[in-house]
Nanobody, 120 residues
Framework: QVQLVESGGGLVEAGGSLSLSCAASGSDVELDVMGWYRQAPGNQRELVATITSGGTTNYADSMKGRFTISRDNAKNTVYLQMNSLKPEDTAVYYC??????????????WGQGTQVTVSS
């Protein structure tokens, strides 16, 4: 019963910055992996970045050097700092969390998404 709620989306100019937050609630189970995905109109949902409970990060190549993911385990909150934004970054950004209560069992949760629009 994990619920993810995103916040921080909006409209920014190219070259600007935006910070997204996603708070998880409804469960005390450890969220082993939290991250962000995005989907632009006509495109498939793609990875932006993920972070484990231990702090290991993974970024899509196009996001490396511009985006930074972090998390507060005590609050079950994940953040995405986006810098040097480009119009191509325009998309709906979705929060994601995964839990592995058993070695073979995986649970995945999704937020409803927040719109990020970057103007030229």
């Amino acid at each position: 019963q994990v619920q993810l709620v995103e916040s921080g989306g909006g409209l920014v100019e190219a070259g600007g910055s935006l910070s997204l937050s996603c708070a998880a609630s409804g469960s005390d189970v450890e969220l082993d992996v939290m991250g962000w995905y995005r989907q632009a109109p006509g495109n498939q949902r793609e990875l932006v970045a993920t972070i484990t409970s231990g702090g290991t990060t993974n970024y899509a190549d196009s996001m490396k050097g511009r985006f930074t993911i972090s998390r507060d385990n005590a609050k079950n909150t994940v953040y995405l700092q986006m810098n040097s934004l480009k119009p191509e970054d325009t998309a709906v950004y979705y929060c994601n969390a995964e839990s592995y209560p058993l070695s073979y069992f995986r649970r995945q949760y999704w937020g409803q998404g927040t719109q990020v629009t970057v103007s030229s």
